[in-house]
């Protein structure tokens, strides 16, 4: 019988990692602007709890304008006050800062390769180390435990599930042949 990952048993109370393991932890994205999302989700968790985040991700697409990179990218120092004001996300003037700045990057980007997921898939697959110095080197507030957390939950790294879980064989299913990570 499949049992799901400890991290999802040990947190059955909460509707939402159990929503977010079952249909977004580990599967592959295709749309820019969600692979923004996670990243800036990730960041965004870095000294908290994750539930903490899942629970304000509505907040944070209002706040970051569904996180249109684009969009983003502009923002201009009123942007930056109204989300240092805003209670419903994380008032922290370097994860903002990291969302404008790592928005203006993926643009960058963009040019060199047609998108963000291109840039990724380029560089897949690298070990968890390489990939840490990439985004070392591109974006800024990515240390290794938001780099490994943003590639395992976009299917990136292995890792996700456990491979007992009933959802590891569905992102195993979801992903391109060439993309699969063993």
């Known amino acids: 019988m499949a049992t799901y990952c400890e991290y999802c048993n040990s947190h059955q109370d909460e509707i939402f990692n159990k929503n977010y393991h079952d249909t977004q932890y580990g599967f592959p994205i295709e749309s820019d602007n969600e692979l923004f999302e996670r990243l800036i989700l990730e960041i965004n968790q870095a000294g908290l709890s994750w539930i903490t985040i899942l629970k304000k991700a509505e907040n944070f697409r209002r706040a970051y304008d569904e996180f249109n990179i684009e969009e983003i990218a502009i923002y201009k120092e009123k942007d930056r006050a109204r989300?240092?004001?805003d209670a419903g996300i994380i008032r922290n003037r370097l994860k903002v800062n990291a969302a404008?700045?790592?928005?203006?990057r993926i643009l960058e980007?963009?040019?060199?390769?047609?998108?963000?997921?291109?840039?990724?898939?380029?560089?897949?697959?690298?070990?968890?180390?390489?990939?840490?110095?990439?985004?070392?080197?591109?974006?800024?507030?990515?240390?290794?435990?938001?780099?490994?957390?943003?590639?395992?939950?976009?299917?990136?790294?292995?890792?996700?599930?456990?491979?007992?879980?009933?959802?590891?064989?569905q992102v195993l299913s979801s992903k391109p042949a060439w993309a699969k990570v063993k």
């Open 83 to 85: 989300l240092l004001a």
């Open 100 to 104: 404008i700045v790592n928005a203006q």
């Open 109 to 169: 980007l963009k040019n060199e390769y047609g998108s963000f997921k291109n840039w990724l898939d380029h560089h897949h697959p690298l070990p968890k180390d390489e990939w840490v110095k990439l985004f070392k080197k591109t974006f800024v507030f990515t240390g290794g435990e938001i780099v490994n957390e943003f590639l395992m939950s976009t299917g990136y790294l292995s890792g996700a599930h456990e491979k007992s879980c009933p959802i590891y064989k």
